[in-house]
């Protein structure tokens, strides 16, 4: 087994955006005019830690629930906006009454 096979995607992700990952690569990092570059033989010097698949898994599951997450209160805060505005237009009354409804809100 290979040692992509080792490692969920998401795993991965977290870990080559960790600090001491970014470290890491910054030490192959090549170039100084805004184009940066890395070789594909430096890529291939980074140490990345191989944990257990259950730990993988429930990591994996955390960073999806946090994507579920991030979407649902980007969603609640164009709601809260649309209140507002509702509130500034019509009055709070009125606002208070789109937020009971639910109207607009989707899912």
Do not use: C, H, W
């Not at 997450?69 to 009354?93: Q, T």
């Amino acid at each position: 087994m290979n040692t992509a096979s080792k490692i969920q995607p998401a795993v991965l992700n977290l870990f080559l955006q960790s600090k001491i990952a970014q470290e890491i690569i910054y030490r192959y990092v090549v170039g100084s005019t805004g184009i940066i570059n890395i070789y594909d033989s430096d890529i291939a010097k980074i140490p990345v830690p191989i944990i257990p698949m259950a730990t993988q898994e429930k990591v994996s599951a955390l960073v999806e629930k946090s994507f579920a997450l991030r979407a649902e209160s980007k969603r609640l805060l164009e709601v809260a906006k649309l209140a507002v505005e509702i509130a500034i237009e019509r009055g709070e009354n009125a606002a208070t009454e789109y937020l009971r409804r639910g109207e607009n809100f989707g899912d």
